[in-house]
């Protein structure tokens, strides 16, 4: 019996994972197909590639250690890719087994090549054991030429191509098949920079339809381009009809002043949309935005309660410089030392008889 489930996992790589259920005993082992790109130093590739870039791609097999009580696969005898490349971005070339298999190719076509067929068998004493720890079996050279997709597993539109098959079991008579039709996944996503394959103007690697030159944004992602779309931010309400066509959240501004009526605490009255200290005064007429009894026209930060002055002018209000010890130091205090040392000062100022005739005739701030 075989079960067959699907998961997904981060860089656009997506693992083909399929359950095997040996005999009575019921052993399960989990099968993950993973690709990593690499570059001509062996560094994984995580951006856009130049048109015409070399690329290594690593086909590795493990078992996936998010399911518990999962036992290794331990007598994996026949690994198959049978793939094509299906877009003129990609070009596949050398396709290596990097396993102690006897291997052949299907086709023995010239290189550079769209498609790329081998199989690789084992004698009982070569099996591989799958464990979570991911096993390269393959690598194949690809030229990436513009934004396409690798495909190592998949279904393809080439009728020979069957994509990936394992066979594992304990003797050869007792074979369970993993087919690539019961997979998914398995694929790998290349972005060439600077590339523009249906000149628009807009690379396609952000272009949200590389190929179709009318069409580059889907703000909605409902797989309608905006140009087509009737409703480009999916939120019910009509282009022509919606104020902010591009914002989900609004869709009218019935006082016209460029605010959604949403986000606007005054929707009709076009002089005012905001209203800091929430008293129901909008800002243009508050003379206290943030009502903390400084004026605006006096106070260095008018939308922050928290804050009056800037001594130093350095942006950032005295209270908080203050809390985190970096703020403007008192250059008065007791015989000319800071507040904060006032209290020793007057400690020996008594016992000194006082300060010095300079230090006097400066003043003394007054200590709480």
Not at 7 to 36: D, E, K, N
Not at 181 to 199: I, N, P, Y
Request: with cysteine; aromatic share 6%.
């Amino acid at each position: 019996m075989i079960e067959f489930h699907r998961w997904s996992m981060w860089s656009g790589i997506t693992v083909a994972l399929a359950t095997l259920v040996m005999g009575p005993s019921r052993a399960r082992g989990q099968v993950a197909v993973t690709l990593t790109a690499r570059d001509s130093l062996g560094m994984p590739v995580r951006a856009p590639v130049e048109p015409g870039s070399r690329v290594r791609v690593d086909i590795a097999l493990s078992i996936d250690t998010r399911l518990v009580n999962v036992s290794p696969i331990s007598d994996l005898r026949v690994l198959q890719f049978d793939f094509v490349s299906n877009s003129d971005g990609l070009r596949l070339g050398t396709f290596r087994w990097l396993v102690n298999f006897t291997t052949y190719p299907k086709r023995s076509e010239n290189l550079p090549r769209p498609s790329a067929e081998s199989t690789a068998t084992a004698s009982n004493e070569n099996l591989i054991t799958l464990t979570e720890t991911e096993l390269i079996v393959a690598t194949i050279e690809v030229t990436v030429n513009g934004r396409s997709t690798l495909n190592v597993v998949g279904s393809t539109t080439d009728s020979e191509s069957i994509g990936a098959q394992f066979e594992a079991g304990f003797n050869p008579l007792r074979l369970f098949t993993f087919f690539n039709e019961k997979m998914s996944g398995g694929t790998l996503q290349f972005v060439v920079t600077g590339a523009d394959r249906d000149g628009d103007g807009v690379p396609d690697a952000t272009d949200k339809f590389p190929t179709d030159p009318d069409e580059s944004v889907d703000t909605d992602d409902d797989g309608i381009g905006n140009n087509a779309d009737t409703d480009d931010d999916g939120d019910d309400v009509l282009d022509t009809q919606d104020a902010f066509p591009l914002d989900e959240t609004e869709s009218e501004d019935r006082d016209d002043d460029g605010v959604g009526d949403n986000a606007d605490p005054f929707p009709n009255d076009p002089t005012e949309s905001k209203d800091t200290d929430g008293d129901g005064i909008g800002n243009n007429t508050d003379t206290d935005d943030d009502n903390d009894g400084a004026p605006d026209a006096t106070d260095a930060f008018p939308e922050d309660p928290t804050e009056q002055n800037d001594s130093n002018g350095n942006g950032i209000g005295d209270n908080a410089e203050q809390n985190s010890n970096t703020g403007p130091r008192v250059t008065g205090g007791i015989c000319g030392v800071g507040a904060s040392g006032a209290a020793l000062m007057i400690a020996l100022t008594l016992a000194a008889g006082g300060c010095s005739r300079r230090s006097k005739s400066r003043a003394v701030p007054e200590i709480a």
